[in-house]
């Protein structure tokens, strides 16, 4: 079992999830990685980074495909950005063709909670229009990610799936 962790972060929240997550994994004795998805040009601005999530804008990344053959399982994670999840995600998903039957799980990080549900939702719904078979979801606060408890709360279902 290899599991590919595919994960955007601007201020470090996702990120930390994503590590957390990772270190669970491993304590099964499963090999896990993170892939931080790198925009070849970062927006630093709000505004900037609000437009191009809400517009869809297509950005570039300088990590557009790793081999996702080789995982039995794959972790997709992002920050809510502006309702929907952030464009470093959305260009990298853009380069995968299929994902049929692939074990995947999907969640989003998020501040104030507006629009978090239709983000996800909208990330289920592409990774399914690629024929994903999605084990887990979910949308964790963000101020939430230094609490190892809670992590370990939300997370113990995913590693369950993962272990099982
Ligand atoms: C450009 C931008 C837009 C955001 N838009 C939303 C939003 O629509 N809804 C929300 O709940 N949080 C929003 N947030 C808050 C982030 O989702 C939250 O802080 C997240 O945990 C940041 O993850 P990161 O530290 O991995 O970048 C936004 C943050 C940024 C920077």
Known sequence: MKVAIISYSFSGNTKRACVFLMEKIKEKN??????DLKPSREEKKFLLQCRDAFYKHKIEIQNPVSELNTYDFVIFAS???????????????????????????????????????????????????????????????????KDKEYLEEQFKSLVDIISD
């Open 30 to 35: 499963i090999e896990a990685a993170i892939f």
């Open 79 to 145: 920050p809510v950005w502006a309702f929907t999840f952030a464009p470093a995600l959305r260009a990298y998903l853009e380069n995968i063709k299929d994902l049929t039957d692939k074990k995947c799980a999907c969640f989003l990080t998020y501040g104030s909670g507006m629009g978090k549900n239709k983000a996800l939702e909208e990330l289920e719904e592409i990774l399914k229009a690629k024929g994903a078979r999605i084990l887990f979801s979910k949308n964790i606060p963000g101020s939430k990610t």
